[in-house]
């Protein structure tokens, strides 16, 4: 079902900026696999599943500052224990939600422009759509790069504008988790929830969505000129 919250004319969207993980990837198992071997490897024990699964969707250096208290050294020594898991495993321990590619394409094939906003760094994002066979769909991958002070969606659509020359008009923010919506708002586009994946309404509820949609061909009912 679509849950249109405030009343908003989806056929006015003209470019559709997507979150990967939670969104367009079940990205879950890899991640939450990077992150056991990551304390692992950095000598901390966390045993607590929930902890372990906030990390799907959030920066994951980021989210080590501000959920686990370490320093900005501390947490991007620890980061990179995670990157060596996940760019050699984690990268393959991944599905395409049912339906996602039909949505995308139907979305891609109604005009819209189409693009992918990430807070995973950029060198990740793009192997995963290659591997899938769909980087093609998109015009073009916005991601994370730390070494430029760009983590989270905020910055990444901020980067985003930037690099299309300003906003396009009619510019909505489709993603699964709190930072995708308040991230979207940050920047004035409207914002699209789904809750097929890792955010819950009431996580995705309390951030101030336009549109809630229950599953990807809700998605591709609202965005790709199917409803």
Request: net charge negative; proline share 3%.
């Amino acid at each position: 079902m679509i849950h249109n919250i405030t009343g908003k004319d989806s056929s006015v969207y003209r470019a559709v900026f997507i979150d990967l993980d939670g969104t367009i990837t079940e990205s879950g198992e890899g991640c939450m696999n990077a992150v056991r071997y990551m304390f692992e490897k950095a000598g901390y024990k966390e045993n607590d599943e929930a902890r372990i699964r906030a990390f799907v969707g959030p920066p994951i250096k980021m989210h080590l500052i501000n959920a686990y208290g370490f320093s900005e050294e501390e947490a991007a020594k620890i980061y990179a224990y995670y990157r060596e898991y996940y760019l050699s495993k984690g990268i393959y321990e991944s599905r395409l939600y049912d339906g996602i590619e039909d949505a995308l394409r139907a979305i891609k094939s109604s005009g819209r422009a189409l693009y992918v906003a990430t807070s995973k760094p950029e060198a990740m994002a793009i192997p995963i759509l290659e591997r899938y066979g769909l980087l093609g769909v998109f015009d073009a991958v916005f991601g994370a790069r730390h070494e430029e002070g760009r983590f989270d969606k905020t910055q990444v659509l901020e980067y985003a504008m930037r690099r299309l020359g300003g906003t396009p008009p009619g510019s909505v923010m489709v993603g699964d988790r709190s930072h995708d919506i308040l991230g979207g708002r940050a920047v004035g586009i409207d914002t699209v929830g789904v809750l097929y994946g890792y955010g819950d309404r009431e996580e995705l509820m309390g951030c101030g969505p336009d549109y809630l949609v229950d599953t990807t061909a809700d998605l591709a009912a609202l965005l790709g000129g199917t409803a």
